[in-house]
């Protein structure tokens, strides 16, 4: 592939601030001096780690460990190669990319499926936004379809780039061809029937989407991954799908139904403390609430919740405000969210709507005013539950009751933290009129049961074993003579001349770095501590460099610690010769072939080596 310039990449580093990669998937909070921090998008997490130096360029989670600069957090958020990673940061930041002389950049063929399926749905949307805007059939029966029928403005259409999918084909397979998308991308793309085996034509391609609005749907990094398509009169007879109201793109390398939430690029900047999100059911009624400024809207995309989804929202806010349906198809929907929510550390508020009511009929008669009456009525989780469990305490049998505690005590064993549990089932005891203290009883007897048949279950086959700090290197001595190294530069040159490198041990990834780094100070070819793209060759050594610069290591003496680390290493490298010439002075009856003269010599000279105190030749 093409190589960029290393000049390139060190502009792209210097123009672009690594706080605003990082929050478009993280929500950061300041946590000190030119610090900041968010829950970790790597490992699902409710206490945040995840620590950001916007100054100094790196990341670093001190929970899970990952550690990286701009580069790495795109290449390991949007699972994306090197060049196309630098490629999407120079597009997102208008910064121009610069490749080698002769490359002229990477040919079609060469750049990743994934990428290349956001780029179909970048002109797919761009398509059928220009056939909703343009003048003819389509465009005008849809526009007069979204301000008539839905009364949504085209202010509104323009924002959320709402499209239309007209009713023969009008050439959006003939576009992504004449682009040169390569057929895997095509067929894969989810835009398209085409049959297994079929040659790729443009005969063949098949529109999945005619007649329909279609609203482009975004993942949480704003990127158009799938449409949902609305009927109209103007779907043909002979779409497969006629009679469904709505139809949804086909799961793709880009797009999983269950693992992203409509509207969650734009409702994240506008959640905060007092400001929840609030769900509600679909991709129109979120259209509504973002209409009259209800802006932290979001929703599923026409499945039940799922805990990727909630796992996503608590990396940004934990409130959330759900909008039911006032009928029992979405209290029982509701029930099945609850116990998920309550795993994923969200409090949770329910706001009930009367039956045959939803929030696109609510806001567009009444407006934004009609939220503020709705939350007043709103229930929290247990005294939802509890509703939903025993809708008439005051009357109920004490076999009622019964169920009703049970049923509440498997929903508040699904929250993991204690003290909400303990706050939840004091809640609920007042709801369902039981005494506090017996329902903490309950409560104590269901998890004492569940851990009991646990442990009655076989164990699981056991995990491979973590690497050992010895296998990875950590806090060995090339680990502590890499961090001089990176913090202290001048030291690099005199370490090259002092350490031996057949000292360094380069089965793990700190050795290997050292010696690689004490290679390029010898050779006065050191490319200083903020260029080292060019040196660091697999993702664990990049890694380990940007855990390693994160913070600046709290050594008053950075020359005593590198003398000692050169003791260390002298003593590993000795060690074993000098073990060996005792055992052969020992067994030397057994062992004729041995001098033990020039073994005695040997002896004495290795002991000499690790009497004699190991300094590096600077001014201490």
């Known amino acids: 592939m093409p190589a960029i310039k290393p000049t390139c990449v060190r502009d792209l580093k210097l123009r672009v ?61 949007e699972q994306l190669g090197f060049t196309e990673a630098v490629e999407a940061l120079g597009q997102r930041f208008n910064v121009v990319i610069e490749y080698e002389a002769g490359s002229g950049g990477p040919s079609r063929e060469e750049r990743s499926l994934r990428q290349e399926i956001f780029e179909i749905h970048d002109l797919a949307a761009a398509h059928f936004h220009q056939a909703f805007k343009a003048a003819g059939t389509t465009g005008d029966f849809m526009r007069a379809y979204w301000t008539g029928q839905r009364r949504f403005t085209l202010e509104l259409a323009d924002e959320f780039k709402v499209g239309a999918a007209a009713p023969t084909d009008e050439g959006l397979g003939a576009l992504l061809l004449k682009r040169a998308f390569s057929e895997e991308a095509i067929r894969q793309c989810g835009l398209f029937f ?44 002979d779409d497969p799908a006629r009679e469904a109201k709505y139809v949804n793109s086909p799961e793709t390398p880009v797009f999983t139904k269950g693992n992203l939430l409509f509207n969650l690029d734009r409702a994240r900047t506008h959640v905060g403390e007092g400001r929840p999100f609030v769900m509600v059911e679909g991709q129109l009624d979120a259209l509504r609430c973002w209409s009259v400024g209800l802006q932290s809207v979001i929703a599923p995309q026409g499945t039940s919740i799922t805990e990727p989804q909630l796992v996503l929202l608590r990396r940004y806010h934990t409130q959330v405000e759900c909008f039911l349906d006032g009928d029992s198809a979405g209290q029982k929907a509701a029930l099945r969210f609850l116990p998920m929510a309550l795993k994923a550390g969200l409090e949770v508020k329910f706001l009930g709507l009367a039956k045959g009511e939803d929030p696109d009929s609510l806001f567009r008669e009444r407006g934004l005013s009609a939220y503020d009456e709705v939350r007043r009525g709103g229930l929290s989780a247990m005294a939802f ?137 010898e050779h006065d070819t050191w490319p200083g501590r903020d260029h080292l793209d060019a040196l660091l060759e697999t993702p664990e050594e990049k890694t380990l460099a940007a855990s390693l610069l994160f913070d600046r290591p709290a050594i008053d003496d950075p020359v005593k610690i590198a003398n000692e680390g050169l003791s260390q290493l002298r003593l590993r490298a000795l060690e074993p010769r000098l073990r060996q010439i005792e055992l052969a002075l020992a067994n030397h009856g057994a062992d004729s072939n041995s001098d033990p003269i020039s073994l005695l010599k040997e002896r004495s000279e290795l002991q000499r080596q690790l009497r004699q105190p190991l300094q590096m030749p600077v001014a201490v």
């Not at 001096?33 to 490992?43: S, T, Y």
């Not at 009927?231 to 043909?236: A, F």
């Not at 929903?411 to 203290?437: D, Q, T």
């Not at 048949?453 to 090339?478: F, N, V």
Request: proline share 7%; glycine share 6%.
């Open 385 to 521: 539950a509890c509703r939903a469990f025993l809708p008439d305490p005051a009357t109920a049998s004490s076999e009622l009751k019964t169920r009703a505690a049970q049923s509440v005590v498997e929903l508040v064993a699904a929250a993991e933290s204690e003290v909400a549990r303990s706050e939840f089932l004091a809640e609920a005891a007042g709801h369902l009129r039981l005494a506090s203290s017996a329902l903490q009883r309950d409560f104590q007897t269901y998890v004492a049961r569940q851990n009991r048949q646990a442990a009655a279950r076989p164990a699981p086959p056991a995990a491979a074993p973590a690497p050992s700090a010895a296998a990875t290197g950590a806090q060995s001595p090339e680990h502590h003579l890499l961090l001089v190294c990176l913090h202290f530069e001048a030291l690099g040159k005199p370490l090259s001349s002092a350490l031996p490198h057949h000292w360094i041990d380069a089965s793990h990834v700190p050795g290997r770095l050292l010696n690689r780094f004490l290679a390029e100070f």
């Open 194 to 237: 085409l049959r297994d085996g079929a040659m790729l034509s443009l005969g063949a391609l098949k529109p999945r989407f005619r007649g329909r609005l279609m609203i482009p749907i975004r993942d949480h990094q704003a990127r158009v991954v799938a449409f949902t398509a609305r009927q109209t009169e103007l779907t043909p007879g």
């Open 17 to 77: 601030n690594l706080a605003d990669v990082v929050s478009r998937v993280v929500t950061l909070k300041k946590a000190g001096a030119g610090r900041l921090k968010g829950l970790c998008p790597f490992h699902n997490e409710k206490t945040p780690s995840f620590n950001v130096d916007a100054d100094k360029g790196y990341y670093k989670c001190f929970g899970c460990g990952k550690a990286g600069d701009l580069i790495s957090f795109v290449r390991e958020t």
